[in-house]
T-cell receptor, first 113, second 112 residues
């Protein structure tokens, strides 16, 4: 693989169910991010991790949790999904300083009914 | 706090015409600025970035952007639109903690 992979590509989920979105990168980037994309709102940061073993809250963290056990993987968990979490979720990674760009995965389209 | 505003959620241009997408930023420190493009059903791809080396930045696919500190702007242009430029474009500014703050996006349609 090269870059960032996300799984699943899409998912329909019943409200109240638990769901983990997977993200893996092979670029050895220190920093990783989870965003949600909603029409007219652009991308909003959910959680981030500047290095393995550390995580932080973004703009819209409620209802989501993350872990960063190693450099490559950064899963996002919805403990009890609600319809307002219907969105497209993007994982991203970045190397080095603030002047470096983020690289994005292909996204996961999640529908919560 | 760092933020960006993209003026116009939709832009429609004729093939061969100038593409101009507007982005204004707010930053308490010298900013790093980015333009990303998103094609349908894909992730975001970097078009170009400003990191203070030069005010006119050239990117991929013939796009360029000019950093104007006096106007707090970083507008994206392409002299001649192609059908393949139809996509959504996002402006972003670096925020403390190495995060990015994104604008709401501008959707570009290209008319034949």
């Amino acid at each position: 693989i090269a870059g960032i992979t996300q799984a699943p590509t899409s998912q329909i989920l019943a409200a109240g169910r638990r769901m983990t979105l997977r993200c893996t990168q092979d670029m050895r980037h220190n920093a990783m991010y989870w965003y949600r994309q909603d029409l007219g709102l652009g991308l909003r940061l959910i959680h981030y991790s500047n290095t393995a073993g550390t995580t932080g809250k973004g703009e819209v963290p409620d209802g989501y949790s993350v872990s960063r056990a190693n450099t490559d993987d950064f899963p996002l968990t919805l403990a009890s999904a609600v319809p307002s979490q219907t969105s497209v979720y993007f994982c991203a990674s970045r190397a080095g300083g603030a002047y470096n760009e983020q690289f994005f995965g292909p996204g996961t389209r999640l529908t919560v009914l | 706090a760092q933020s960006v505003t993209q003026l116009g959620s939709h832009v429609s241009v004729s093939e061969g015409a100038l593409v101009l997408l507007r982005c204004n930023y707010s930053s308490s420190v010298p900013p790093y600025l980015f333009w990303y493009v998103q094609y349908p059903n894909q992730g975001l791809q970097l078009l170009l970035k400003y990191t203070s080396a030069a005010t006119l930045v050239k990117g991929i696919n013939g796009f360029e952007a000019e950093f104007k500190k006096s106007e707090t702007s970083f507008h994206l242009t392409k002299p001649s639109a192609h059908m393949s430029d139809a996509a959504e474009y996002f402006c972003a500014v670096s925020s403390p903690g190495y995060k990015l703050s994104f604008g709401a996006g501008t959707t570009v349609t290209v008319r034949a």
